[in-house]
């Protein structure tokens, strides 16, 4: 099972008096998002990398990545489970993958190969990893899915598997402070998206690019892309969710629609055809 994940970095710096009474305390918090497959936590290599203070290199040709930290060396290849650490193999749970050109190994065998402490929250769905004054947690979030929650969750603007509703104005700053970098950002039709999997995060939806940069910045639409994500075709959609408020053939892309509404929100479902898979999923405010 797929799940989707929120990468929490805390990193906290503490002077202590004489007596060893805690005297300040500074913290800042980071955040990046990652996958759960077949139960392993996968992380994104870089953050974590930069989170433990290790170098890193890549190999395009090989598909090999380096981690150095102190006198450790990991030598990992994209699609193996096989690592090399300090010269000797060392199997591993999941090999590394790459996801929107970012490579993402298991969270558990970096953090103890660094000699981190692990703890599991089964109620929470944490994962926390403790390293000297540095704490890193891993938390899961459920997988997007069309289900009978689908039109209640429209309601309030939101879909599940997401942490925003478009009810609450989530600003352009707390959804990178939440998820960090995209893998990719612009101005695409519609509004400024940010790109993240599965969901792109649209700010000042139906805003001219030019007139972008005066306006305020809040989350207005939300796109679920991949017709894997989804996973269904227009009939098994309303199969699920009844009979939608209009569908039909698009005049302005000729693409394949399904529409429902719910409350001042409207979901619009998009495929090449009317029995293909969808392929996306719009949720926007009712204009």
């Not at 800042?28 to 990652?34: D, E, L, N, P």
Request: glycine fraction near 6%; include cysteine; proline fraction near 3%.
């Amino acid at each position: 099972m797929k799940w989707r994940i929120i990468l929490c970095i805390i990193v906290l710096f503490a002077t202590f008096t004489g007596s060893g009474t805690l005297a300040s305390i500074a913290s800042s918090k980071t955040t990046y998002s990652g996958e759960i497959r077949k139960g392993t936590t996968l992380v994104p290599v870089r953050e974590v990398s930069k989170f433990y203070e290790a170098n890193i290199s890549w190999n395009q040709s090989k598909k090999k990545l380096l981690i150095k930290r102190d006198s450790n060396l990991i030598e990992l290849t994209i699609g193996s489970q096989v690592a090399i650490v300090n010269g000797e193999n060392v199997s591993i749970t999941h090999p590394p993958i790459l996801i929107n050109n970012k490579t993402y190994l298991p969270a558990r065998f970096i953090a103890e190969m660094f000699g981190a402490k692990v703890s599991w929250d089964s109620n929470e769905k944490k994962a926390t990893f403790s390293l000297q004054d540095k704490a890193l947690s891993v938390v899961s979030l459920p997988k997007f899915e069309v289900d009978s929650e689908f039109l209640s969750l429209v309601n309030v603007g939101k879909i599940k598997g997401s942490p925003y509703s478009l009810s609450d104005k989530t600003s352009a700053d707390e959804i990178l402070s939440s998820y960090g970098e995209p893998y990719a950002e612009g101005y695409w039709e519609g509004g400024y998206g940010l790109k993240y999997s599965p969901f792109t995060y649209y700010v000042n939806w139906n805003i001219r690019e030019q007139d972008f940069h005066i306006r305020d910045i809040y989350l207005t639409a939300i796109v679920v892309n991949g017709e894997s994500k989804i996973n269904k075709n227009p009939a098994e959609v309303k199969k699920i969710l009844g009979s939608p408020y209009s569908e039909g053939i698009s005049e302005m892309d000729g693409r394949y629609f399904v529409n429902y509404r719910s409350g001042n929100f409207e979901a619009y479902f998009s495929s090449r055809t009317k029995h293909s898979n969808v392929t996306e999923i719009l949720l926007k405010e009712i204009y």
